[in-house]
Structures are given as structure tokens and as C-alpha cells.
């Protein structure tokens, strides 16, 4: 059948702001494509609808009354290898954490076998999770990398997948030449591109500014430009890393400078945390159409600080969700959705209760946590024309919610304002039913 047809509740957002329910929906996906071809609100008869349409012969997938559609979860931020370790060494913080739990695992990934089966596992979770879109860090090398590239492609998830860069400031074991490093970012890219999978996007990632040498990053803002590509790296994510950093790029007035100073920030680049940044450093995101990954649960558990993603907000600049895998402890975007809601009540208790002055300052809301997770992860990674909700035109990636099946329980006389806010906060992949990427269901529940 050339169409299928979903009939029941669709949840998306519309803007930062409103979140938009539409009842008795009818969502029309163009099979071969994976497209949204037709939406069409409040239709009590779908038989006599279907029959005014060219639809006639679809597919039927009808929601049950608890259930709903709602956009799949955008990860902007996630290191694929360091799923291996995830929950573990959170007692610790960014830089001794990455010198006693990320640098030896990442190495261990120089072996294409040992990177396959750990990749396979990592991917297979998010899947579950709902996270349709993932923007990875892999590690340096670059056979595992297009290990990672082989295995999304089989699982169907929607990636951007990076090749991490660094040389210098890293231990022996785990570091290479800068050439190197161009030659195998620039293989990777080729690899990427060759396969011509418009659902799988390289993306240039010098890890952070601490292990990349000057003529290392002018390198890849040139790769990144050549090719097109868009660009990740961390961005003042903690004190000590600060400090580190700036001490070695003295010539550039600030963190955030030293990324502008080698051509690494524009419209397609986005930064990891920026948890510590001055009212200069957001501007200059704002000025160059960066966007940001948030990364709650992360900034939390290295005791990174809290990130006042409202400011951010306010400049104008894109704000997406990242889980940090394993930074954050957590696989799961609905935990990053509940890890943003504390880090915003967080602010909110530091203005009423602490240092900071602004008495009217408002945390998230759950149509703002909503749209941070769905359509504010598309803008991030510039691909608000093609995911993020429900519009025609753009591709189904999808979760079919069903909260009877799960870890909600109903008390009955809920609205459906009420239940995608229970959704948020108590639901978990026991609630996903299936979850779509392009039209096609790569996990789900049932
Ligand atoms: N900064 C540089 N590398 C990393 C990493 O792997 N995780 C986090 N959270 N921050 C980093
Ligand atoms: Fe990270």
C-alpha cells in the first residue's frame, strides 16, 4: 500500500511556547517516502473522510483513547562509546572523570569487533528510548567510526555521527598526529557521504578546545566548510576546564572566542553545556545562528553548574536536549526532559532564594520542556524543514504513546494537557508502543 494512515491523537509542537493537541487527527504518511503527505484535525468519521481523498486504499492504524502520536525525540548531545560505562564514576568531576573513565574506555574502541558490539547495544537503547535523531561523538578511530556509521544504517535511526578529534593534551595511548586526525576527518566525511543515506550526516568534532591544536581546528573549519558539514564540540562546561582552556589560547579573549577565532562557530555548529558563559559569549552564539546542547543531567552529576538555558533562550539562540551518555547517567530523553525541568526550578530557587536578582524569572514549562526535546533538537541541528512535528512535508519520525500500557497509572478525568505532562515525567519506553524513523518502525514496545 502506497499510504498509511494514523487516526487518533497527535501531540506536537508548534513554537517554544504551544503545544498544539489535535483531536481525532488523521496523519497521512507516503510509504516509500516516509513523509508526511496530509494532516487534517477533529475528523469524527475517518471512513467518510477517507473516501473525499486519494487515501481510499490506505493502511489504517487507529490510536486507542489513551494513546497518542507524538514527535520523536531529538538527542543533540551523546557519546556513543561511553554508553560501556554509563552510571558509573559520577562521584567525579569533568577532568579527572575524563582521565579515569572516558579516555581508557574511548581507546578500547581502536578495536572494530569490540566498537561493533558495544555500538550495536548503545544504539539498540536509544531506539527504545524514543530518541530517533542522535547527534554522536564516536572516538578517534577512524575504523570504528565507520563501524558506528554501518550499524545506525542498519538500525535506522536518523545521526549525526562524529569522528572526535585531538592532539594534544591527552594521554599516549589515546591521542594522534594532527594530520592524522585531517586525513582520517576528511576519510570519514567521504565515507559518510558516499553512502548517499540522507538519515546519516558526518559531523565534524574537535572533542574540545583543551585537546586541539591550532592548526588541528583551522583544519576542520575548513573540512567542515569544503564538505558542508555541520560542526559539535564542548563549550565551557566547568571551571577547572575553563581555566585549562583559556590558559592555552591566550590571544583569544574568551572560550567562546577561541572556537570564533578558528572559524569553528556558525549557522550549522552547536556546543555541548555552555553552562558558565558571560552575556558576550551568548551574544556571540546568537550572532553566528549557534545553537547549544543542554545537557541537565550531566551538568548535574559531574557538578558541572546549572545552565540558565532561559537566557539563551531570551538571545535568541537554538536550545536543544542532550543526554551527554555518560556524562549524564541516563539513555533516556524523557530524563533529560525531567533533568531541563530541575535545572530550571534550580534557577528559579537561586532567584528567589540566592544570588541571582531577577524575581519574575520563569522555569520551563511542559510545553517549552516538549518543545526543547522535539522541534527545539531539529532546529539545533538545522533540520527544522524535515523533523521535529508533525507538518506536511516532513518526515514521520514518530512515538506511538500508549499510556495504558506502562509505568503510568490514570486516574481517570485527566485532560490531555494533564496526560502529556504525565507522559514527561512518569513515562518511560514501557509507554512506547512503536517508534518510527522515516515512516519506517526501527523499535517499540509491542
Ligand atoms: N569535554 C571533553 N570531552 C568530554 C566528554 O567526553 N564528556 C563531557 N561531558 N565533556 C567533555
Ligand atoms: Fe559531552
Request: a negative charge; charged letters at 20%.
Amino acid at each position: 500500500m502506497a499510504y498509511t494512515v494514523y487516526y487518533g491523537t497527535l501531540v506536537h509542537s508548534v513554537s517554544l511556547t504551544e503545544l498544539e493537541i489535535i483531536k481525532n487527527g488523521v496523519l497521512v504518511v507516503d510509504n516509500e517516502k516516509g513523509v508526511i503527505v496530509h494532516v487534517e484535525k477533529e475528523v469524527s468519521d475517518l471512513d467518510s473522510f477517507l473516501s473525499t481523498t486519494s487515501f481510499q486504499d490506505a493502511k489504517i492504524e487507529k490510536l486507542g483513547s489513551e494513546q497518542f502520536l507524538v514527535p520523536g525525540f531529538i538527542d543533540t548531545h551523546a557519546h556513543a562509546p561511553q554508553y560501556m560505562f554509563a552510571g558509573s564514576g559520577m562521584d567525579l568531576q569533568l577532568l579527572e572523570w575524563l582521565e579515569s573513565h572516558v579516555f581508557p574506555c574511548e581507546s578500547a574502541f581502536k578495536d572494530v569487533e569490540h566498537a561493533s558490539e558495544a555500538y550495536t547495544k548503545v544504539i539498540e537503547r536509544f531506539l527504545l528510548n524514543g530518541t530517533t535523531t542522535c547527534s554522536w561523538f564516536a572516538t578517534i578511530h577512524l575504523g570504528a567510526c565507520k563501524k558506528l556509521v554501518d550499524i545506525i544504517e542498519g538500525l535506522g535511526q536518523r545521526a549525526f555521527i562524529g569522528k572526535v578529534n585531538m592532539d594534544q593534551n591527552a594521554p599516549d595511548y589515546y591521542i594522534e598526529s594532527t594530520e592524522a586526525s585531517l586525513d582520517d576527518t576528511r576519510a570519514f566525511i567521504e565515507y559518510v557521504q558516499q553512502k548517499n543515506n540522507h538519515l546519516v550526516t558526518p559531523v565534524v568534532t574537535p572533542r574540545f578546545a583543551i585537546t586541539c591544536s591550532t592548526p588541528l581546528m583551522k583544519g576542520l573549519s575548513q573540512l567542515a566548510n569544503q564538505y558542508n558539514v555541520p560542526i559539535q564540540t564542548h563549550l565551557c562546561e566547568n571551571h577547572d576546564e575553563i581555566d585549562f582552556t583559556c590558559s592555552l589560547f591566550k590571544d583569544s579573549k574568551d572560550y567562546t572566542s577561541i572556537y570564533d577565532d578558528h572559524q569553528l562557530l556558525n549557522e550549522r555548529s552547536y556546543m555541548a553545556h555552555c553552562v558558565h558563559m558571560t552575556d558576550d559569549e551568548i551574544k556571540m552564539l546568537a550572532d553566528r545562528k549557534t545553537g547549544i546542547a543542554h545537557c541537565a543531567n550531566s551538568n548535574f552529576s559531574l557538578h558541572s553548574g546549572v545552565c540558565d538555558v532561559r537566557r539563551f533562550l531570551n538571545q535568541g539562540v537554538k536550545v536543544g536536549l542532550g543526554t551527554d551518555v555518560a556524562g549524564g547517567f541516563s539513555a533516556s530523553m524523557l530524563d533529560a526532559v525531567r533533568s531541563t525541568f530541575f535545572a530550571s526550578k534550580t534557577v528559579k530557587i537561586m532567584h528567589r532564594d540566592g544570588p541571582l536578582k531577577d524575581k519574575d524569572y520563569a522555569p520551563l514549562s511542559p510545553a517549552e520542556l516538549l518543545y526543547l526535546v522535539t522541534l527545539g533538537g531539529a532546529d539545533v541541528l538545522g533540520l527544522k524543514d524535515q523533523i521535529g512535528n508533525f507538518e506536511k512535508n516532513k518526515a514521520f519520525d514518530a512515538l506511538w504513546v500508549d499510556l495504558e500500557n506502562g509505568s503510568i497509572d490514570l486516574m481517570g478525568g485527566e485532560t490531555m494537557h494533564q496526560k502529556v505532562e504525565k507522559f514527561l515525567f512518569n513515562g518511560s519506553d514501557q509507554n512506547l508502543k512503536h517508534v518510527y524513523v522515516q515512516g519506517r518502525r526501527v523499535a517499540g514496545k509491542a
